[in-house]
């Protein structure tokens, strides 16, 4: 059965033409976590009866038994006509469950990278639609990449997964789960017994995943484990405190397994950029307990930087406390610390003075627009913790705990 060049369906085709460049789903070429311009990927969906962007299917044929409608794939590349087969398309009623169905025809219209599934639906009936991983291919042979990480990790990874309805029906959930919160967090913790909590979001959760298997606490420093009872773990959250009193001025590591899922099956997206791979990580965060008097764990962190001519100061007191530190002026290098202007970076020499939280910054030349300082976290005071850059009470990070600012 041919499929029906209807003059909606003509007029519905121009407007997928005139989106596809400007089409703002599509992928980034720079970004390689994107999946870039390797991978196909589906754009635009729709059904002939309501237009792109919909997923209600409705009759186009009231002289036919049965609901008559087509549903609508457009690509971002064109797509090797010889893979647009039935195998590469797997729809199912879901609500209420069904048998897969067959389509009476499915079209490929290359001018407008187009796929139209044609077919028979029921009423008040939830429909799952499964781009099977590994079917559809562009012309040089590239698969689809749903999860957008530029590789072909076959099922369930790259299937795509697509829901329609007919009346009132409820489509099957196929949002991945987020966390939504999680505490306590970061360094200066003074409960010893915390009620450790990860508050889950696109629920619901199954509940009989959330374990202690999946959800643990380690030593930072060594990876040892830290027992916890679990005090509860519900829909949307979970809930553990430690056994036994956390030590003084001890890092440690909480971390929830990726392979958690919802009660429908939707694994935990646990970076929450709506994509899941096959090595997605855990959900992961660091506490630190405070300082009693015999622990020195506590990291510094920039109190201040300043210039006066040609000469930076930079004064660094304790993460989160401002207590006096006394810092590791072997740590103090052109590694460490930079000054960049327009030029570029602008050579220093350090010195030391009476204040052993300060350094100074001699700049061995003039500089020429705009100055930026940059203090690595791997500078570090006299017990060797490193520099807290964003004021958490964590230190060392690279990245998330360098400290920078415009002079």
């Not at 090595?279 to 307990?289: A, C, P, S």
Request: charged share 20%; with cysteine.
């Amino acid at each position: 059965m041919m499929i029906r060049i209807t003059t909606g369906l003509a007029i519905l085709l121009l407007l997928l033409v005139g989106c596809i460049e400007d089409n703002p789903f599509k992928a980034n070429p720079a970004a390689e976590w994107e999946g870039g311009n390797d991978h196909p990927h589906i754009v635009i969906i729709g059904t002939e009866s309501s237009g792109t962007g919909g997923h209600q299917l409705s009759d186009l044929d009231p002289g036919t038994e049965g609901i008559q409608d087509g549903i609508i794939l457009n690509f971002d590349k064109e797509i090797d006509e010889a893979t647009v087969t039935a195998s590469s398309f797997n729809l199912i009623p879901t609500d209420p469950e069904g048998a897969a169905i067959q389509f009476s025809s499915i079209e490929y219209f290359p001018g407008e990278r187009t796929v139209i599934l044609q077919g028979t639906f029921d009423d008040e009936t939830a429909y799952l639609l499964t781009v099977v991983a590994g079917g559809i291919r562009d012309l040089v042979g590239n698969e689809l990449d749903p999860n957008h990480n530029a590789l072909y990790d076959g099922a369930p990874w790259d299937d795509r997964l697509i829901t329609f309805f007919t009346g009132s029906a409820r489509m099957r959930d196929i949002t991945s789960p987020e966390v939504n919160g999680h505490f306590p967090a970061g360094g200066g913790q003074n409960n010893r017994k915390p009620e450790i909590t990860v508050v889950l979001l696109q629920g619901p959760m199954d509940v009989s995943m959330l374990t202690l298997d999946n959800f643990t606490l380690v030593r930072t420093s060594d990876s040892s484990s830290v027992s916890l009872e679990l005090i509860s773990a519900t829909e949307n959250s979970i809930v553990a405190t430690p056994v036994d009193s956390l030590s003084y001025g001890i890092r440690y590591t909480v971390r929830l397994s990726s392979q958690v899922a919802d009660s429908s099956g939707n694994y935990l997206d646990t970076d929450g950029n709506g994509y899941i791979w096959p090595d997605e990580e855990d959900f992961v965060w660091d506490i630190q307990m405070e300082d009693d008097s015999l622990t020195n764990s506590t990291p510094p962190a920039v109190q201040q930087a300043f210039r006066n001519i040609n000469t930076v100061t930079i004064d660094f007191a304790q993460s989160m406390t401002g207590d006096d530190v006394v810092m590791d002026g072997n740590t103090f290098n052109s590694a460490n610390i930079q000054i960049i202007d327009s030029v570029g970076s602008i050579p220093l020499q350090f010195e030391e003075g009476t204040d052993p939280a300060r350094v100074y910054c001699m700049l061995q030349r003039n500089s020429e627009g705009p100055t930026v300082l940059f203090v690595s976290c791997n500078v570090a005071d006299q017990y060797g913790n490193l520099l807290d850059g964003n004021n958490d009470g964590l230190g060392g990070t690279p990245g998330e705990d360098d400290w920078s600012g415009i002079l």
